[in-house]
């Protein structure tokens, strides 16, 4: 049998293997399919049983809940309802009120519910009215715990445990109440959960139960502990001695598992053969109930019948398929075997050119390949010899080749072994660096080395040559001469016959003049060629960096546009060479003017840009214009000729002229032609209204030196009156500026100037000298009760020695320091709370008094009003303008007012115009007043004869 095996081809056999293969497959996955299958299938089932079983069990749960509480409810209800009539006979005097609760008793406890639930009443207080039993009537629960629950919720369900009289445990327990206000009872029916299944109704879950299936024909139902069926879908009555085809008595079997789940054979009404059902069930302890649920189980495995035939059908079909292609499989493989032998027949003859079909898949394509190169280097070592003769005849031509282009290479070439020795050097290698070949073959490459570089360079490179092989980079070296050289090199690692790094190479080239044309390149291409000044380009770029900065920092940058008046006239006369000079020469002389964040360039023919950054304030701006105007006062010496020369200057702001840089230059330019409109030799601010602004502020702040100079400052007092005895109790003094010609110049003008500028100082030491010497007329008149008030700037209060100056200004007029008083923004003394504590407490000390001015306007903070020794508040006149009609207003200052009594400190109400407004804030009991009402700030003079009137010494009366 062996040998007839053998016989037999290739083809064949794996026709035959081929297709037991597989068919023993097909037969083995479709047993695994099988019994997955059937598996798969009980599994389901059980799931659905369990989910069905799971509903139902729910649903009964659910329904007898609800059926539960909506029959307690009801018979609360009925009950309240009883209680209602029996009142309302009360109520029409058909029957007393002692009569209608004894018969609301009898009713109540004549009512059951379930086996032993009954009906109860307690009061609003707790204690039991109505009771079965009667040793509980009247004893009051409002100190236990269901006392306290029924008396706070009144009405509504709830469940607890509960043990009756003579119980050792509690059992759970429901209850529904109902609150009966006109007698103040709380109506209870209660009932024991374990007597829930007699309260429940199957009507109300049956119709659900009923929708609920398991498979095509199962079902499921609901038994008693004690085999009455209390649903299915058509048995009636008791199923304890029930048993199934086999003969097993079911309830009993169910009875003794509890939950879980039986097999079991069922002879179905009608039918002639019993058949297999499985049943699951779970039993509901709190009703007493038993929840079922059951499938055929031939329902269940039908799919499996129809699996078994698709299971030998496609194995039949595999056996049909298997066949011819196992023919074809095996025609395929002896094919190129058949073919492969062929060719070795033919090399057996002595033909070595002959070549296999490579062209077959697998071991057998593998083999003709084998074959061929076999027959390849059998061909091949015919003409080794002669291979290698030609091999060596070329090599020594390439040495010869690599020695030309190592001597006549313009790049220098060293070579070094592994340990850094210099081997061997080339003729460019001398050339570039002057060291000779004799002076450097076995030194180190480091007497290249120049200090260009750090330790850190040096380290990166030999890292990279030790991973990489090689490296490629710009470098400076030293020349023979000591001479630094930028230079451009590769050095590459050579390696030998094992593969191992065996040399080192170095190629570099000089690249000097390289960096030079570079640098010329770069300059000009961002200067100008005949002044050496910035270009456009150059200057756009660091007028976008100085914006940009200023942009952070919230401050400006000018540009000011110069462009030189009759350039043209001097280049025509005097030609184009002296023309340039003079160009040079306002270039150099405008440099000289340039601050270390500044930039001077060359727009253009005889236009210059000037960039300046970091502007604050507008006359800044005038002041540098006017400096670069006088750059050109002087002549310019050029070729033994003196040049006078003016310039027309624009200016433009960013950020208020324009946000870039382009935009900027064009608005400066066009400022610079407006200039030459108006005459040249000036400069002009891109914006009129700007120009203006900054003119007329500069026109005041010399107008406000010269005041103070020539004294054209003078000080009006306001009176203030003390509402209670209607005397002047004090004056306050006003700076006014009144100009040669009769113009006043309003305070709201000139204060914050002189702020500014410091002229605060000497103007706030002028009103206090004047002040002092009211004050000794006042005395003079007989008026030396009369306190006078001056206001302080930050500027002033800030001063170190302001103590020493006001005590100074004091002594000379002999005046006692409790005639002054000191008025103070609240701004001011919160700039320094600590300082201002000790500044404030040593004028107190000296007798001076202090009061805060425009109080409500700034901080308003009262814990700083108790910290600060402060004796008076004088609320501002933006308040007590519309006190009469604005609400809010009103109750500001009344607040102010009142607060400021409450800390014992005065009140000063500024503004007063009109009788209401006095009426008003005598209501409010505000003490003193300071208004057009009763005197607008008056000069010196007047205020003596306001004080000295018909009315009397020191006193007003309106």
Known sequence: ????????????????????????????????????????????????????????????????????????????????????????????????????????????????VGESGYVFVMDARGVVVIHPDDSLVGRDYGGEWIGEEQTRRLRGYMEYEWANPGEVRARPKAMHMEFFEPWGWIVSVSAYRGEFASLVDVADFSDGVRAIRAGDSGYPLILGYDGTIIYHPWLRGNVTNMVDASGHTLFQDIRRIGNGELTYSWLDPGEETPRDKLMLFRTLPELGWIVVSSSYLDEVYAPLRTLGTIILTAVFLTLLLALPLGYFLGLSISRPIISLMDRMRDADGGDASVRADENARGELGAMACHFNRYMARLEDSRDELRGEIDERIRAERRLRLFEKVFENALEGISITDMSGVILAVNPAFTTITGFTSEEVIGKNPRVLKSDQHDPEFYGEMWKSLKAKGSWHGEIWNRRKNGEPYPEILSISSIRDDAGQPANYVAVFHDISDLKQRERQIEHQAYHDSLTGLPNRMLVLDRLKMVISQAGRTGTRVAVFFIDLDNFK??????????????????????????????????????????????????????????????????????????????????????????????????????????????????????????????????????????????????????????????????????????????????????????????????????????????????????????????????????????????????????????????????????????????????????????????????????????????????????????????????????????????????????????????????????????????????????????????????????
């Open 569 to 958: 006239k001097i280049n025509d006369s005097l030609g184009h060479a002296r023309g340039d000079a003079l160009l040079k020469a306002v270039a150099e002389r405008l440099g000289t003017l340039r601050g270390t964040e500044d930039t001077v360039a060359r727009q253009g023919g005889d236009e210059f840009l000037v960039v300046v950054a970091n502007i604050h304030e507008e006359r800044e701006v005038m002041a540098l214009a006017e400096r670069l105007l006088r750059t050109f006062d002087e002549p310019f010496a050029i070729d033994g000729h003196e040049l006078y020369v003016s310039a027309s200057i624009g200016v433009a702001l960013y950020p208020d002229d324009g946000g870039d840089p382009a935009e900027l230059v064009k608005n400066a330019d066009i400022a610079m032609s407006q200039s030459k409109a108006r005459g040249r030799n000036g400069f002009f601010l891109f914006t009129e209204e700007m120009n203006e602004r900054i003119s007329q502020r500069m026109q005041l702040e010399n107008d406000l030196r010269r005041a103070l100079k020539e004294r054209e400052f003078t000080v009006y007092f306001q009176p203030k009156v003390d509402l209670d005895t209607g005397r002047v109790s004090g004056l306050e003094a006003l700076v006014r500026w009144v100009k040669p010609d009769g113009t006043v110049v309003s305070p709201g003008d000139f204060i914050p100037l002189a702020e500014e500028t410091g002229l605060i100082v000497p103007l706030g030491e002028f009103v206090l000298d004047a002040s002092c010497k009211a004050m000794q007329v006042l005395e003079g008149v007989g008026c030396s009760a009369l306190t006078v008030a001056v206001n302080l700037s930050p500027i002033q209060f800030g001063q170190d020695d302001l103590v020493e100056r006001v005590m100074a200004n004091l002594e000379r007029g002999g005046l006692p320091a409790s005639r002054l008083e000191l008025e103070i923004t609240e701004s001011t003394l919160m700039t320094d709370v600590h300082s201002s504590v000790a500044k404030l407490d040593q004028l107190v000390e000296h007798g001076i008094s202090v009061s805060i001015d425009d109080f409500g306007t700034g901080y308003s903070s009262l814990y700083y009003l108790k910290t600060f020794p402060i004796s008076a508040l004088k609320i501002d006149s933006s308040f007590v303008r519309d006190i009469t009609e604005d609400e809010n207003d009103a109750k500001i200052v009344e607040t102010v007012v009142l607060m400021a009594r409450t800390m014992g400190i005065d009140v000063v109400a500024e503004g007063v115009e009109t009788r209401e407004q006095l009426d008003l804030l005598a209501s409010f009991g505000c003490a003193t007043v300071q208004g057009f009402y009763y005197s607008k700030p008056i000069p010196l003079e007047d205020v003596v004869r306001f004080l000295l009137g018909n009315e009397g010494i020191c006193s007003v009366r309106r």
């Open 1 to 112: 049998m062996p040998n007839a095996l053998r016989k037999i081809g290739i083809k064949y056999r794996l026709m035959g293997y081929f297709s037991l293969f597989f068919v023993l497959s097909m037969a083995v996955f479709g047993s695994a399919v099988y019994s997955v299958m059937r598996t798969t299938l009980l599994e389901s089932i059980h799931r659905e049983l369990e989910s069905s079983t799971e509903a139902v069990r729910a649903m009964v749960q659910t329904s007898s809940e609800v059926s539960v509480r909506n029959r307690l409810r009801a018979i609360a209800e009925a009950n309240w309802s009883i209680l209602a009539e029996l009142a309302a006979e009360v109520r029409n005097g058909s029957t007393t009120l002692p009569e209608a609760q004894a018969r609301a008793r009898s009713i109540l406890l004549s009512q059951s």
